[in-house]
């Protein structure tokens, strides 16, 4: 018995104590265990298991049935089993064979046995017998042994041969004996293989048709603990070495594991898989091992960002791109924004963000519309004026220049554009600074007014002068009208009186917001300096990106009088408000108490007149709103750009980005505050109340928010939002960047160059841009009927050239002279390539992206030679004659046969101008090169007998064997050969004005126009 | 105050137990020790079962879900990449395979010696894989034929992909002396 | 509702938290006889009855559970490292109350003449280590063990952006149990929040046994004999230590900014914090004078009131208020004690000058980053 | 069965006295004869075995330091102390390891050992234990109860998180400001001849505590060996002088 004295508790009671905690105890582990076991990717794989069991299961299916009904498989088959029948009446020569082969293969490993002791005592010998004649042991009877074991190992070897000569004997025959049935074997084989392939895959990947033992072990290798062995379900990841995580003191290699739920990511034929399993769009471009971005290179969240290491919904810091997406998410896998994660994963509007990192480059990045849209936008709208974006450093003002202001346009239309620019121009990218979220207030009306006062007056009193030379009489509006359309305006400028409700902004359309909208303009300014500003861009701003038409003067006159016809009468009937010299001092004095004192403030306040006030004002209210960003204005050449800079403001931390108090109404991204923003640039100063109005929080007028409203609808705003997010710190190493090399450089700088000028307003590059077609086929409408307008060919044919293979077609010495010198190439053409003054560095930059972008590497080429006495040339003269070149091309001076509607360029030109490379790539497949052209195939006698040739061609081109190349050849000798005038336009003209273009519809125009 | 204490203290036996209580809580532990379902016996099969949960637990603590060790699956070209007759290097040292084509198919082998794990060098005169540590040479089959090597060298496995590039997989390996060399992914049939 | 959680914004302000802890504290842990007599009039002590226990227990845990509905409270009060926090608050209410409970239980015996839970008849009144000590101890760890386990499954630990030196979070804390000396960073310079009151801590409990060495009150919960020590231990123990840690913890948000507990973290509160040092006090506002070029001139002041402080006052204290104490200990140990306890008072008197005069410092030769 | 396994030699030789103990000698053997059990003495006052009195919080302290040693060693096996891969492998513990609750059982485990450490204290104050003959004991408790907090603070850092270092940061910026020793704190300034100071940020006592002049990689690496060796080195010490000295010092306090 216990002693029972020195006790305190009751045994039992602790018992149960015990019995009770070591259950809990126990509890809790399998807690534990069933914790970790339940990792959320896992429902994920298993899910997609059903899904691939599915697929695979289709695809055998379709195997299958392709294997059933292919004759050949049939056919071996057959001859399969009959091989096998023949061979079970040989069973008993084989089986005597394989009797036969068993005992040789006995006495052979006897044999090789004793040759291999032999040869290792040999080995003995003859290391013994090297030791000796070293000097050590004694050579005579180590040289004998040597020589004894010698023979011995010899005669072994024989022996050995001549047994395994017998087997090898004995093998053949029985090989051939199966021969027949290998042979039909092979062949099956090679025909079902991806069948039997597929089948195996099935039989690994679905339980059901596992065998017993494997069903077990597909249990047993994903239970709790033992799934380390050889899970089925695990963790997948790849790793990036080079491309760097930013863990601010150090970079660490990336290591994404998405692939562990988004498992059919990199894997054809889950295309129409549900979310996660479907696989990446775009596999050729993305993610697939051929693709330029494989996955094992890039990983996921280099273009995605997010927390690539993570293996739940939220640890990876997914971002739902609609407050719906993210109601469901909260439901289906209780998703809650991710904290304490720099850089959550884009949504789905800015997903393209990625792109910008490397391609930023490029203009637009093919495959990413809404980062080039965001992209046009932020070079169209200037943000880059006030905001630094490395990406845009260095490009020109996108306002006009103000400097002489006051012989364009009124102090009245003036003010009430600063006032309300929409008012004017309804998408204008002119911003609205005045009457908006945070200055809308009575009182911020009346004063704001008033700064507008002092900046019209500031811009007035600087303006500097322009001479400008008088305008001609008898200027024919009409005609002007006529020359708007079809001279090339339209490429860059539009006339849209009124929105149009269902206008989208796109690349295309911003082409032709590339000038402004030409609307309005007899409110605006005077016939008198919009001749002078056609005629001669540059006279009024020597940087300016209208380029020069060449007009002549009554060409100029007649578009300017036509312009000034147009008034915005509601916009002229805009009141101005008098100046109200009290609220001018206020504004004054609030500017001059930034350096002086209050006492002193007012003295000089006192000592100024109302005009210096004013220009004082002006003065510090544009350095305040930071006009000077996008135009010039006189004073402010260096002043330095007013707004945060945005180069890497995609990076910037959440908590930098000052929500005031809109804190409870935007969820905490960075897309959703720039959003925001880009709505409502001043909503961070106001204070929203329940009845969901603002109220602006206490500040004063220049502590205010000053970003301008665009007034950008959700899509330009995404399209923008993409280009911030985009603008990251991230640093790509150079092997993963796309290689900088000369044509990669060249396709840039050129792709810049060309967004930048609006060529594609005009020209249509690879089937982007040509925006001006739309306006030639109106103009057409007008020359001559609808029917031709509807006509594409037509259209093109009168629109400014396709530069598809511009790089291979030209020789780039006439390129640069005629850029520089224009003349007329198409005679029918009316749309005018402008002058543009660029420097002889910006004309390489452009020839050098034709030629690189067309794979044409050549700077220097020798000319084309060619003889007139050879047989190719005379062969080239019978091929242009029955080709009838002659109908749409001038020879010279000689005018072509058929109508202007038709005509093509001047054959003379052909030898400066064109490479004959090119030209026989045209000639034999002219729609590949040119879509659309109306430049058919020279017909050569290519498939006729030769006799025919012979008779119907002459010799020369009989000669030529048929060969295309030889008789296109021949053609282009003949080409080449050709004298006489450069320039024809004078006959063009002459022509046309007489004659007119002769629209005549012809049942089979086969021998239309081109434009080469 | 006094009030409250004494009415707690006067509910609660002051001092000692009585020995009774004592008495009767040990009879009752005689029986429970012999008695399989006691208190005590549940205490402590549950106890055990959670240290040996916490010992499985630490066991499987030692060995990750996921490692970070060079990939073991890489994408080793076309096949056409490959010259028929010849052993090709560009994996050797990277992934520490060599590409064999030969007139039926394709066969990937690993450098590893058989018998020391040494890594043999592709003696293209002699046609043979000779290692250098202890001389044991293979045919380029991966057949051993002479030295201390005591098995053929070791095949891994080989698939195409989708797209038609070869993918070589060094987890799955194949060994003659299994007879795991007429496994379909042993050999790759061109 | 709203204005409950407004009522609990206002008082958990630190100025009127601590001020009515400060009034009421001594009378709930009385330090002398005198608020001995009021604990006694008020009835404070039914606080320490089983059924005040249960109320309070179950209030705190109705004001937590009521406050998890409101977004603020639950974003600090969820963060996973503040929930120990939460867990504190109510262990320490609940062994302050047993141990309080146990002594008063005592205190009533002894008085009465009853022996005392823990008086026992050495040798004759032992008990065997096996198997009651172990047993008990075995299913301790058991549990401990199980709970510590149930807390990590279902509180994933902290793991927040990676390191980076150049961001620093708003606010940038230090480990919970170091955020009273935090907390004393408002009010102190940091040599002293930092290096010389936590090494006084230290210096102070270890010399607790040196000042309060009477063997009586030793092995029992008691009160009644050991009113002064124990009162003043809780007095740093709950107040000066506990509190400031909840307070740091909950309480403190953006730019160190108080906030109350249903309150928004918001970055751009402000607070109006223009303090102003006792030698401008001296000479601008009171003299009307610039202030003296020498450190010493403009310094003097201050350091004649700090000495005046540790120097007058301990004596003058022995003479008077604490004449009893000073025959106990000797004038050693007297000055010993005395010194700690005055260091320790600087802190409230710090509290009450900012809150009170916007008094930053009282000597301030930030020339030689010595500012007090 | 199990009768009979108690009777083999085997048993015998790990259980000395054998069997079930029954008797009042049996009991005392098994507390003296066990290396784990004879930190306890044979025979104790009735209260200290009722857990109103003691609370049994210095058990749970060192209880659960047992547990922050096995959980901290088997984390070592997964964290590497460089600013490259400390907080990868933090995120990798919860993402992918196995068990990796190994780490909320030692943050936590941290945190519950900061409390009962300091409820321990709060006990031993109110029940009077720090008088004579405890004071030296008590002092010890101090320096145990300032290792619990260096050591919860040294790994703190170890994440490399936002949250570690900004709490290092506050907490270390106080070393710069300790009197003469920091070069922030009072006096520093005069411990100079000429124009050389002594106390600069590259000499002062943060500097010894980081290991640089900002936090880095230095840091990391002293709050690392600091954490898991040198602290617990010294805790266990003073942890060893602690349960012998109550021991030595007359067992559990009891009234007089």
């Given at each position: 018995?216990?002693?029972?004295?020195?006790?305190?508790?009751?045994?039992?009671?602790?018992?149960?104590?015990?019995?009770?905690?070591?259950?809990?105890?126990?509890?809790?582990?399998?807690?534990?265990?069933?914790?970790?076991?339940?990792?959320?990717?896992?429902?994920?794989?298993?899910?997609?298991?059903?899904?691939?069991?599915?697929?695979?299961?289709?695809?055998?299916?379709?195997?299958?049935?392709?294997?059933?009904?292919?004759?050949?498989?049939?056919?071996?088959?057959?001859?399969?089993?009959?091989?096998?029948?023949?061979?079970?009446?040989?069973?008993?020569?084989?089986?005597?064979l394989n009797a036969k082969i068993k005992d040789i293969d006995a006495v052979r490993y006897g044999v090789n046995q004793n040759h291999q002791f032999a040869k290792a005592e040999y080995d003995v010998a003859k290391y013994k017998a090297d030791q000796a004649r070293h000097g050590l042991g004694d050579l005579v009877s180590a040289e004998k042994n040597l020589k004894e074991l010698d023979e011995l190992t010899t005669g072994f070897k024989l022996e050995l041969e001549e047994v395994e000569k017998k087997l090898e004997n004995l093998e053949d025959q029985l090989a051939?004996?199966?021969?027949?049935?290998?042979?039909?074997?092979?062949?099956?084989?090679?025909?079902?293989?991806?069948?039997?392939?597929?089948?195996?895959?099935?039989?690994?990947?679905?339980?059901?048709?596992?065998?017993?033992?494997?069903?077990?072990?597909?249990?047993?290798?994903?239970?709790?603990?033992?799934?380390?062995?050889?899970?089925?379900?695990?963790?997948?990841?790849?790793?990036?070495?080079?491309?760097?995580?930013?863990?601010?003191?150090?970079?660490?290699?990336?290591?994404?594991?998405?692939?562990?739920?988004?498992?059919?990511?990199?894997?054809?034929?889950?295309?129409?898989?549900?979310?996660?399993?479907?696989?990446?769009?775009?596999?050729?471009?993305?993610?697939?091992?051929?693709?330029?971005?494989?996955?094992?290179?890039?990983?996921?969240?280099?273009?995605?960002?997010?927390?690539?290491?993570?293996?739940?919904?939220?640890?990876?810091?997914?971002?739902?791109?609609?407050?719906?997406?993210?109601?469901?998410?909260?439901?289906?896998?209780?998703?809650?924004?991710?904290?304490?994660?720099?850089?959550?994963?884009?949504?789905?509007?800015?997903?393209?963000?990625?792109?910008?990192?490397?391609?930023?480059?490029?203009?637009?990045?093919?495959?990413?519309?809404?980062?080039?849209?965001?992209?046009?936008?932020?070079?169209?709208?200037?943000?880059?004026?006030?905001?630094?974006?490395?990406?845009?450093?260095?490009?020109?003002?996108?306002?006009?220049?103000?400097?002489?202001?006051?012989?364009?346009?009124?102090?009245?239309?003036?003010?009430?554009?600063?006032?309300?620019?929409?008012?004017?121009?309804?998408?204008?990218?002119?911003?609205?600074?005045?009457?908006?979220?945070?200055?809308?207030?009575?009182?911020?009306?009346?004063?704001?007014?008033?700064?507008?006062?002092?900046?019209?007056?500031?811009?007035?009193?600087?303006?500097?002068?322009?001479?400008?030379?008088?305008?001609?009489?008898?200027?024919?509006?009409?005609?002007?009208?006529?020359?708007?359309?079809?001279?090339?305006?339209?490429?860059?400028?539009?006339?849209?009186?009124?929105?149009?409700?269902?206008?989208?902004?796109?690349?295309?359309?911003?082409?032709?917001?590339?000038?402004?909208?030409?609307?309005?303009?007899?409110?605006?300014?005077?016939?008198?300096?919009?001749?002078?500003?056609?005629?001669?861009?540059?006279?009024?701003?020597?940087?300016?990106?209208?380029?020069?038409?060449?007009?002549?003067?009554?060409?100029?006159?007649?578009?300017?009088?036509?312009?000034?016809?147009?008034?915005?009468?509601?916009?002229?009937?805009?009141?101005?408000?008098?100046?109200?010299?009290?609220?001018?001092?206020?504004?004054?004095?609030?500017?001059?108490?930034?350096?002086?004192?209050?006492?002193?403030?007012?003295?000089?306040?006192?000592?100024?007149?109302?005009?210096?006030?004013?220009?004082?004002?002006?003065?510090?209210?544009?350095?305040?709103?930071?006009?000077?960003?996008?135009?010039?204005?006189?004073?402010?050449?260096?002043?330095?750009?007013?707004?945060?800079?945005?180069?890497?403001?995609?990076?910037?931390?959440?908590?930098?980005?000052?929500?005031?108090?809109?804190?409870?109404?935007?969820?905490?991204?960075?897309?959703?505050?720039?959003?925001?923003?880009?709505?409502?640039?001043?909503?961070?100063?106001?204070?929203?109340?329940?009845?969901?109005?603002?109220?602006?929080?206490?500040?004063?007028?220049?502590?205010?928010?000053?970003?301008?409203?665009?007034?950008?609808?959700?899509?330009?705003?995404?399209?923008?939002?993409?280009?911030?997010?985009?603008?990251?710190?991230?640093?790509?190493?150079?092997?993963?960047?796309?290689?900088?090399?000369?044509?990669?450089?060249?396709?840039?700088?050129?792709?810049?160059?060309?967004?930048?000028?609006?060529?594609?307003?005009?020209?249509?590059?690879?089937?982007?841009?040509?925006?001006?077609?739309?306006?030639?086929?109106?103009?057409?409408?007008?020359?001559?009927?609808?029917?031709?307008?509807?006509?594409?060919?037509?259209?093109?044919?009168?629109?400014?050239?396709?530069?598809?293979?511009?790089?291979?077609?030209?020789?780039?010495?006439?390129?640069?002279?005629?850029?520089?010198?224009?003349?007329?190439?198409?005679?029918?053409?009316?749309?005018?390539?402008?002058?543009?003054?660029?420097?002889?560095?910006?004309?390489?930059?452009?020839?050098?992206?034709?030629?690189?972008?067309?794979?044409?590497?050549?700077?220097?080429?020798?000319?084309?030679?060619?003889?007139?006495?050879?047989?190719?040339?005379?062969?080239?003269?019978?091929?242009?004659?029955?080709?009838?070149?002659?109908?749409?091309?001038?020879?010279?001076?000689?005018?072509?046969?058929?109508?202007?509607?038709?005509?093509?360029?001047?054959?003379?030109?052909?030898?400066?101008?064109?490479?004959?490379?090119?030209?026989?790539?045209?000639?034999?497949?002219?729609?590949?090169?040119?879509?659309?052209?109306?430049?058919?195939?020279?017909?050569?006698?290519?498939?006729?007998?030769?006799?025919?040739?012979?008779?119907?061609?002459?010799?020369?081109?009989?000669?030529?064997?048929?060969?295309?190349?030889?008789?296109?050849?021949?053609?282009?000798?003949?080409?080449?050969?050709?004298?006489?005038?450069?320039?024809?336009?004078?006959?063009?003209?002459?022509?046309?004005?007489?004659?007119?273009?002769?629209?005549?519809?012809?049942?089979?125009?086969?021998?239309?126009?081109?434009?080469? | 105050?006094?009030?409250?204490?004494?009415?707690?203290?006067?509910?609660?036996?002051?001092?000692?137990?009585?020995?009774?209580?004592?008495?009767?809580?040990?009879?009752?532990?005689?029986?429970?020790?012999?008695?399989?379902?006691?208190?005590?016996?549940?205490?402590?099969?549950?106890?055990?079962?959670?240290?040996?949960?916490?010992?499985?637990?630490?066991?499987?603590?030692?060995?990750?879900?996921?490692?970070?060790?060079?990939?073991?699956?890489?994408?080793?070209?076309?096949?056409?990449?490959?010259t028929i007759g010849e052993v090709d290097l560009?994996?050797k040292n990277?992934?520490g395979v060599w590409i064999v084509r030969n007139n039926?198919?394709?066969y990937v082998l690993s450098t590893t010696c058989t018998h020391l794990g040494c890594t043999p060098n592709w003696l293209n005169s002699e046609q043979k894989f000779k290692c250098p540590c202890h001389g044991s040479g293979f045919f380029k089959t991966g057949i051993n034929f002479e030295g201390p090597a005591p098995r053929p060298l070791e095949r891994?496995?080989?698939?195409?992909?989708?797209?038609?590039?070869?993918?070589?997989?060094?987890?799955?390996k194949f060994q003659q002396e299994k007879g795991q060399w007429?496994?379909?992914?042993?050999?790759?049939?061109? | 509702?709203?204005?409950?959680?407004?009522?609990?914004?206002?008082?958990?302000?630190?100025?009127?938290?601590?001020?009515?802890?400060?009034?009421?504290?001594?009378?709930?842990?009385?330090?002398?006889?005198?608020?001995?007599?009021?604990?006694?009039?008020?009835?404070?002590?039914?606080?320490?009855?089983?059924?005040?226990?249960?109320?309070?227990?179950?209030?705190?845990?109705?004001?937590?559970?009521?406050?998890?509905?409101?977004?603020?409270?639950?974003?600090?009060?969820?963060?996973?490292?503040?929930?120990?926090?939460?867990?504190?608050?109510?262990?320490?209410?609940?062994?302050?109350?047993?141990?309080?409970?146990?002594?008063?239980?005592?205190?009533?015996?002894?008085?009465?003449?009853?022996?005392?839970?823990?008086?026992?008849?050495?040798?004759?009144?032992?008990?065997?280590?096996?198997?009651?000590?172990?047993?008990?101890?075995?299913?301790?760890?058991?549990?401990?063990?199980?709970?510590?386990?149930?807390?990590?499954?279902?509180?994933?630990?902290?793991?927040?952006?990676?390191?980076?030196?150049?961001?620093?979070?708003?606010?940038?804390?230090?480990?919970?149990?170091?955020?009273?000396?935090?907390?004393?960073?408002?009010?102190?310079?940091?040599?002293?929040?930092?290096?010389?009151?936590?090494?006084?801590?230290?210096?102070?409990?270890?010399?607790?046994?040196?000042?309060?060495?009477?063997?009586?009150?030793?092995?029992?919960?008691?009160?009644?004999?050991?009113?002064?020590?124990?009162?003043?231990?809780?007095?740093?123990?709950?107040?000066?230590?506990?509190?400031?840690?909840?307070?740091?913890?909950?309480?403190?948000?953006?730019?160190?900014?108080?906030?109350?507990?249903?309150?928004?973290?918001?970055?751009?509160?402000?607070?109006?914090?223009?303090?102003?040092?006792?030698?401008?006090?001296?000479?601008?506002?009171?003299?009307?004078?610039?202030?003296?070029?020498?450190?010493?001139?403009?310094?003097?002041?201050?350091?004649?009131?700090?000495?005046?402080?540790?120097?007058?006052?301990?004596?003058?204290?022995?003479?008077?208020?604490?004449?009893?104490?000073?025959?106990?200990?000797?004038?050693?140990?007297?000055?010993?004690?005395?010194?700690?306890?005055?260091?320790?008072?600087?802190?409230?008197?710090?509290?009450?000058?900012?809150?009170?005069?916007?008094?930053?410092?009282?000597?301030?030769?930030?020339?030689?980053?010595?500012?007090? | 069965?199990?009768?009979?396994?108690?009777?083999?030699?085997?048993?015998?030789?790990?259980?000395?006295?054998?069997?079930?103990?029954?008797?009042?000698?049996?009991?005392?053997?098994?507390?003296?004869?066990?290396?784990?059990?004879?930190?306890?003495?044979?025979?104790?006052?009735?209260?200290?075995?009722?857990?109103?009195?003691?609370?049994?919080?210095?058990?749970?302290?060192?209880?659960?330091?047992?547990?922050?040693?096995?959980?901290?060693?088997?984390?070592?096996?997964?964290?590497?102390?460089?600013?490259?891969?400390?907080?990868?492998?933090?995120?990798?513990?919860?993402?992918?390891?196995?068990?990796?609750?190994?780490?909320?059982?030692?943050?936590?485990?941290?945190?519950?050992?900061?409390?009962?450490?300091?409820?321990?204290?709060?006990?031993?104050?109110?029940?009077?234990?720090?008088?004579?003959?405890?004071?030296?004991?008590?002092?010890?408790?101090?320096?145990?109860?300032?290792?619990?907090?260096?050591?919860?603070?040294?790994?703190?850092?170890?994440?490399?998180?936002?949250?570690?270092?900004?709490?290092?940061?506050?907490?270390?910026?106080?070393?710069?400001?300790?009197?003469?020793?920091?070069?922030?704190?009072?006096?520093?300034?005069?411990?100079?001849?000429?124009?050389?100071?002594?106390?600069?940020?590259?000499?002062?006592?943060?500097?010894?505590?980081?290991?640089?002049?900002?936090?880095?990689?230095?840091?990391?690496?002293?709050?690392?060996?600091?954490?898991?060796?040198?602290?617990?080195?010294?805790?266990?010490?003073?942890?060893?002088?602690?349960?012998?000295?109550?021991?030595?010092?007359?067992?559990?306090?009891?009234?007089?």
């Amino acid at each position: 018995m216990i002693d029972q004295q020195e006790r305190y508790y009751n045994i039992l009671k602790l018992n149960r104590w015990f019995a009770l905690s070591s259950l809990l105890f126990a509890g809790i582990f399998v807690l534990a265990f069933v914790d970790d076991y339940q990792r959320p990717w896992k429902k994920f794989q298993k899910e997609f298991r059903s899904v691939e069991i599915e697929k695979i299961n289709k695809n055998l299916a379709e195997l299958n049935s392709t294997l059933e009904s292919n004759h050949d498989y049939k056919e071996i088959l057959n001859l399969l089993s009959k091989a096998d029948e023949k061979l079970q009446d040989k069973v008993e020569e084989i089986d005597d064979l394989n009797a036969k082969i068993k005992d040789i293969d006995a006495v052979r490993y006897g044999v090789n046995q004793n040759h291999q002791f032999a040869k290792a005592e040999y080995d003995v010998a003859k290391y013994k017998a090297d030791q000796a004649r070293h000097g050590l042991g004694d050579l005579v009877s180590a040289e004998k042994n040597l020589k004894e074991l010698d023979e011995l190992t010899t005669g072994f070897k024989l022996e050995l041969e001549e047994v395994e000569k017998k087997l090898e004997n004995l093998e053949d025959q029985l090989a051939k004996l199966y021969s027949e049935q290998k042979t039909y074997n092979d062949e099956l084989n090679s025909i079902s293989h991806k069948r039997d392939l597929t089948a195996r895959k099935l039989l690994k990947t679905d339980p059901g048709k596992m065998s017993f033992s494997n069903k077990i072990a597909n249990v047993v290798r994903d239970l709790p603990v033992l799934d380390f062995i050889d899970p089925y379900y695990e963790v997948k990841q790849v790793v990036v070495k080079d491309i760097e995580e930013d863990l601010i003191y150090m970079g660490m290699p990336k290591v994404d594991r998405c692939m562990t739920c988004h498992m059919g990511i990199d894997k054809k034929g889950f295309e129409n898989a549900p979310q996660p399993y479907s696989t990446h769009p775009n596999l050729d471009q993305m993610v697939g091992p051929n693709s330029p971005h494989p996955m094992s290179e890039f990983g996921c969240t280099t273009c995605h960002a997010g927390r690539g290491r993570g293996t739940g919904f939220n640890s990876t810091a997914h971002s739902p791109s609609s407050p719906d997406q993210a109601h469901e998410w909260e439901e289906n896998y209780d998703w809650h924004p991710m904290h304490h994660w720099d850089n959550p994963m884009f949504t789905k509007q800015n997903m393209e963000a990625g792109c910008f990192k490397c391609h930023s480059g490029n203009m637009p990045i093919a495959g990413a519309e809404t980062l080039s849209l965001g992209m046009a936008i932020v070079e169209r709208a200037g943000c880059f004026g006030c905001h630094q974006l490395d990406r845009w450093e260095g490009k020109p003002k996108t306002g006009p220049n103000l400097a002489k202001i006051a012989s364009k346009t009124t102090n009245d239309w003036t003010w009430k554009w600063i006032n309300s620019p929409r008012d004017f121009r309804h998408n204008t990218w002119m911003p609205h600074f005045f009457n908006i979220t945070n200055n809308n207030d009575a009182k911020s009306v009346q004063r704001t007014k008033q700064e507008i006062h002092s900046i019209t007056e500031y811009l007035f009193s600087n303006s500097e002068s322009y001479s400008m030379d008088k305008l001609p009489r008898n200027a024919n509006a009409e005609n002007g009208r006529l020359l708007v359309a079809s001279l090339g305006c339209m490429g860059c400028h539009e006339i849209q009186p009124e929105a149009e409700a269902d206008d989208i902004t796109s690349i295309q359309s911003l082409r032709q917001e590339q000038g402004p909208n030409l609307i309005g303009l007899g409110s605006k300014s005077n016939a008198k300096w919009i001749y002078n500003w056609v005629k001669n861009p540059a006279s009024f701003h020597a940087d300016t990106k209208m380029p020069n038409l060449r007009l002549s003067n009554q060409e100029a006159a007649d578009i300017s009088v036509y312009l000034i016809q147009d008034v915005n009468k509601s916009f002229d009937a805009q009141e101005i408000p008098d100046v109200n010299e009290e609220i001018i001092d206020e504004i004054a004095a609030d500017f001059l108490s930034q350096q002086l004192r209050k006492s002193e403030v007012d003295i000089k306040l006192a000592e100024m007149s109302i005009h210096e006030k004013l220009d004082f004002n002006g003065q510090r209210l544009i350095g305040q709103y930071g006009c000077f960003g996008c135009h010039n204005i006189p004073g402010f050449d260096k002043a330095k750009p007013i707004g945060t800079s945005l180069t890497i403001e995609g990076s910037k931390l959440i908590t930098k980005l000052d929500f005031g108090f809109q804190h409870d109404n935007l969820p905490h991204t960075r897309w959703d505050w720039f959003g925001q923003k880009l709505a409502d640039p001043r909503i961070f100063d106001m204070i929203p109340q329940e009845d969901g109005s603002l109220i602006s929080m206490e500040k004063q007028p220049l502590d205010k928010l000053r970003m301008p409203d665009f007034g950008l609808t959700q899509h330009e705003i995404d399209a923008l939002t993409t280009v911030i997010m985009g603008s990251v710190k991230d640093e790509i190493p150079v092997n993963k960047l796309p290689k900088m090399n000369t044509k990669q450089m060249a396709i840039e700088a050129g792709e810049q160059i060309i967004q930048s000028n609006n060529c594609k307003g005009c020209h249509k590059i690879d089937g982007d841009g040509g925006v001006i077609w739309a306006s030639t086929a109106d103009w057409l409408r007008e020359i001559s009927d609808d029917i031709n307008a509807e006509d594409m060919s037509i259209v093109q044919s009168f629109s400014p050239p396709l530069l598809d293979s511009q790089g291979r077609k030209t020789q780039p010495e006439w390129l640069l002279n005629w850029f520089k010198n224009i003349s007329m190439i198409r005679p029918q053409l009316q749309v005018r390539m402008p002058s543009f003054d660029f420097s002889d560095e910006e004309w390489n930059t452009i020839i050098e992206y034709f030629q690189q972008k067309d794979g044409q590497s050549l700077t220097y080429e020798l000319p084309h030679s060619m003889s007139k006495n050879s047989e190719s040339y005379k062969a080239g003269t019978v091929i242009q004659e029955l080709g009838a070149c002659t109908n749409c091309h001038f020879y010279g001076s000689q005018k072509p046969k058929q109508a202007a509607l038709t005509w093509a360029p001047n054959l003379v030109l052909s030898k400066d101008r064109l490479r004959p490379a090119w030209l026989l790539e045209f000639f034999s497949n002219p729609q590949n090169i040119m879509p659309g052209t109306k430049m058919p195939a020279p017909y050569i006698p290519t498939e006729e007998p030769f006799a025919d040739v012979l008779a119907n061609w002459g010799k020369s081109v009989a000669g030529m064997d048929s060969d295309s190349t030889r008789l296109y050849q021949g053609l282009i000798d003949y080409i080449w050969g050709l004298k006489g005038r450069n320039d024809v336009s004078s006959i063009v003209r002459s022509h046309l004005e007489n004659e007119g273009y002769g629209f005549i519809i012809e049942d089979d125009d086969e021998w239309g126009g081109d434009d080469w | 105050m006094a009030e409250i204490i004494s009415k707690k203290s006067a509910t609660k036996e002051p001092g000692r137990r009585p020995p009774a209580a004592l008495d009767k809580a040990d009879t009752g532990d005689q029986i429970s020790r012999r008695s399989f379902f006691s208190w005590l016996s549940i205490g402590w099969f549950a106890f055990i079962a959670a240290t040996g949960g916490f010992f499985t637990m630490m066991l499987r603590f030692f060995f990750p879900n996921v490692l970070f060790e060079p990939v073991q699956t890489f994408r080793a070209g076309f096949p056409d990449d490959y010259t028929i007759g010849e052993v090709d290097l560009r994996w050797k040292n990277k992934y520490g395979v060599w590409i064999v084509r030969n007139n039926e198919g394709i066969y990937v082998l690993s450098t590893t010696c058989t018998h020391l794990g040494c890594t043999p060098n592709w003696l293209n005169s002699e046609q043979k894989f000779k290692c250098p540590c202890h001389g044991s040479g293979f045919f380029k089959t991966g057949i051993n034929f002479e030295g201390p090597a005591p098995r053929p060298l070791e095949r891994f496995k080989i698939t195409l992909a989708d797209n038609g590039q070869i993918i070589v997989d060094k987890t799955i390996k194949f060994q003659q002396e299994k007879g795991q060399w007429n496994d379909p992914e042993a050999f790759l049939n061109v | 509702m709203e204005s409950f959680k407004h009522f609990i914004d206002t008082i958990s302000n630190p100025t009127i938290l601590f001020t009515s802890t400060l009034i009421i504290f001594f009378f709930i842990f009385p330090i002398n006889d005198w608020f001995d007599k009021w604990n006694r009039r008020l009835k404070l002590y039914v606080l320490w009855s089983s059924k005040s226990m249960v109320i309070a227990s179950i209030l705190m845990a109705a004001f937590f559970v009521i406050g998890i509905s409101d977004p603020d409270f639950r974003s600090i009060v969820l963060k996973p490292d503040n929930v120990p926090i939460s867990g504190l608050i109510f262990l320490v209410y609940f062994f302050t109350w047993l141990s309080m409970h146990q002594a008063y239980e005592n205190d009533a015996k002894l008085e009465r003449g009853e022996p005392i839970d823990e008086q026992y008849d050495a040798p004759n009144d032992k008990v065997l280590v096996w198997p009651d000590l172990v047993y008990v101890e075995f299913i301790a760890l058991i549990l401990c063990s199980a709970f510590l386990m149930i807390w990590s499954i279902g509180l994933p630990a902290p793991i927040e952006e990676p390191a980076n030196p150049a961001e620093s979070p708003n606010p940038a804390k230090a480990p919970w149990y170091f955020l009273g000396l935090q907390e004393m960073l408002v009010y102190f310079d940091p040599w002293m929040a930092g290096v010389v009151l936590p090494t006084l801590i230290i210096v102070g409990l270890i010399a607790i046994p040196y000042m309060d060495n009477e063997p009586a009150g030793s092995g029992y919960y008691s009160f009644k004999n050991r009113k002064m020590s124990i009162a003043l231990f809780m007095f740093g123990w709950l107040v000066l230590w506990d509190m400031l840690i909840i307070v740091g913890t909950f309480l403190r948000g953006p730019n160190w900014n108080f906030f109350g507990p249903f309150e928004y973290w918001d970055i751009h509160k402000l607070e109006a914090l223009t303090n102003i040092n006792f030698s401008e006090y001296i000479y601008i506002k009171w003299m009307n004078t610039g202030l003296p070029k020498s450190i010493i001139f403009r310094e003097i002041w201050g350091i004649i009131v700090v000495l005046g402080y540790f120097l007058i006052l301990p004596p003058l204290l022995a003479k008077t208020m604490c004449k009893k104490l000073f025959a106990r200990l000797g004038s050693f140990k007297y000055s010993f004690f005395i010194m700690l306890i005055l260091i320790a008072i600087t802190l409230p008197i710090k509290m009450y000058l900012r809150w009170m005069f916007n008094l930053k410092y009282i000597i301030a030769i930030p020339e030689y980053f010595f500012n007090f | 069965m199990l009768e009979k396994f108690r009777e083999t030699q085997f048993y015998k030789s790990i259980f000395r006295g054998g069997g079930v103990p029954k008797s009042r000698r049996q009991r005392m053997m098994v507390v003296l004869n066990s290396v784990f059990l004879h930190l306890h003495p044979v025979r104790l006052p009735k209260h200290a075995v009722k857990l109103k009195f003691t609370w049994c919080m210095g058990g749970l302290s060192f209880f659960i330091f047992l547990i922050l040693t096995i959980s901290g060693i088997l984390l070592m096996f997964y964290y590497r102390p460089t600013i490259e891969y400390a907080y990868t492998d933090i995120i990798d513990l919860a993402e992918q390891v196995p068990f990796g609750i190994m780490r909320e059982i030692h943050r936590w485990g941290a945190h519950a050992m900061v409390i009962t450490v300091w409820l321990h204290m709060f006990r031993v104050f109110m029940t009077g234990s720090y008088k004579p003959p405890r004071e030296f004991n008590w002092a010890v408790g101090v320096i145990l109860l300032l290792l619990t907090l260096l050591l919860s603070f040294t790994g703190y850092l170890l994440p490399w998180d936002q949250l570690a270092i900004w709490a290092i940061t506050v907490g270390s910026n106080m070393a710069r400001a300790a009197p003469f020793v920091g070069h922030e704190g009072p006096g520093a300034a005069l411990l100079a001849i000429g124009d050389i100071n002594f106390v600069t940020m590259g000499s002062d006592m943060r500097f010894a505590l980081i290991g640089g002049r900002f936090m880095g990689e230095g840091a990391l690496l002293r709050f690392y060996v600091l954490h898991c060796i040198g602290l617990p080195f010294i805790i266990m010490i003073f942890m060893a002088v602690h349960f012998w000295r109550i021991r030595k010092d007359g067992g559990i306090s009891t009234p007089v």
